[in-house]
């Protein structure tokens, strides 16, 4: 009631400057939102996962599955060179271990049978697939083709400035042969 008692052109410098200041807060708090580690967006939208697919790439044979396929980022869809596959058995204890090439590539012959897991790994990321049976699946072929994708990891590598002190000592150092 205090408001209507007002002029007129009051009221509207109220209203007006109301609606300035909810306006500047609310596009202050989406600013601050971007601004954020692009990595929680990756995190809420997690992308990471695997596909298995029986396939007839290669004749199946009576003890053994072939395993390949691709590990990439999610997020970016790059390839991951250099990473780790590890086939887990029964007991928990790595059975095979493969790494991928340079495009991402990996393929390993197991053992057909129970796996406890199998762990991709790489320097800036990881995948766990739970317990899966590989080659049990009758005449589906000699093959599976099990592509990953894996979240990125970002690292934080905090770095400290030298004092003059610490770059003395590193310059008196002999060079390691």
């Known amino acids: 009631m205090e408001l209507l008692k007002r002029e007129p052109t009051q009221v509207v410098n109220i209203i007006f400057l109301s609606i300035l200041i909810i306006f500047t807060c609310s596009c202050a708090l989406v600013k601050n939102n971007k601004d954020t580690d ?14 298995l697919n029986y396939t007839n790439k290669v004749n199946e044979e009576r003890d053994s599955v072939t395993i390949y396929g691709k590990v ?15 086939f887990y058995g029964t007991n928990d204890s790595v059975k095979f271990r493969t790494k991928t090439d340079d495009k991402g590539y990996y393929e390993i012959k197991v053992t057909k049978g129970h796996y406890r897991r199998i762990r991709v790994d790489c320097s800036r990321g990881g995948l766990t697939i739970p317990e899966v049976n590989l080659g049990m699946v009758g005449d589906a072929g000699g093959a599976m083709n099990i592509d990953m994708r894996l979240l990125r990891q970002y690292m934080l590598i ?18 390691a042969k």
Do not use: M
């Not at 809420?44 to 695997?50: D, E, L, V």
């Not at 002190?165 to 060079?175: G, L, N, Y």
């Open 72 to 86: 990439r980022f999610c997020s970016s869809n790059k390839v991951i060179h250099e990473a780790e596959i590890s």
């Open 38 to 51: 692009d990595q929680s967006d990756v995190w809420y939208n997690n992308c990471a996962g695997y596909t």
């Open 158 to 175: 905090q770095s400290i400035p030298l004092t003059r002190k610490d770059i003395r000592q590193i310059k008196k150092k002999p060079e």
